[in-house]
């Protein structure tokens, strides 16, 4: 990463751990061009630094994580964090209770659209 800080080892590491645990051994990879490089660079260091840190559980992060996403209507990234929660060991159950507290707190629209995110994971065995 040209004209940046070098990044030592421990946190190279650190980070690659969490991405593995957040999104998989098969994680998605982006080619980088002109347009995305700066992006990839800050998100490579921003994001998985933040997923990383000892102070949340990997857990407690996803349940914040596929809650904002929900509320927000992003789908394409909520679907990738509900792989991700059945990675780490959440259940079907555990995902419906999750809707269900969802819909209470951030409206039943979300809740519908996030239910069929997790039917659909859910139905490719991950649940």
């Not at 994580?65 to 959440?90: C, D, K, P, S, Y």
């Amino acid at each position: 990463m040209s004209g940046h800080l070098s990044v030592d080892e421990e946190t190279l590491s650190r980070r690659a751990q969490a991405r593995e645990a957040v999104l998989g051994p098969s994680s998605f990879t982006v080619s980088p061009s002109v347009l995305s490089q700066p992006l990839l660079e800050w998100s490579e260091s921003a994001v998985w630094d933040v997923w990383s840190h000892p102070d949340l559980s990997i857990n407690h992060r996803c349940l914040v994580t596929i809650t904002i996403l929900a509320i927000q209507g992003r789908m394409e990234q909520l679907e990738l964090h509900v792989r991700g929660a059945f990675n780490n060991g959440w259940s079907s159950e555990q995902l419906a209770q999750w809707v269900n507290h969802l819909a209470v707190y951030g409206g039943v629209a979300a809740a519908a659209a996030a239910l069929g995110v997790v039917q659909k994971i859910s139905g490719e065995g991950k649940g």
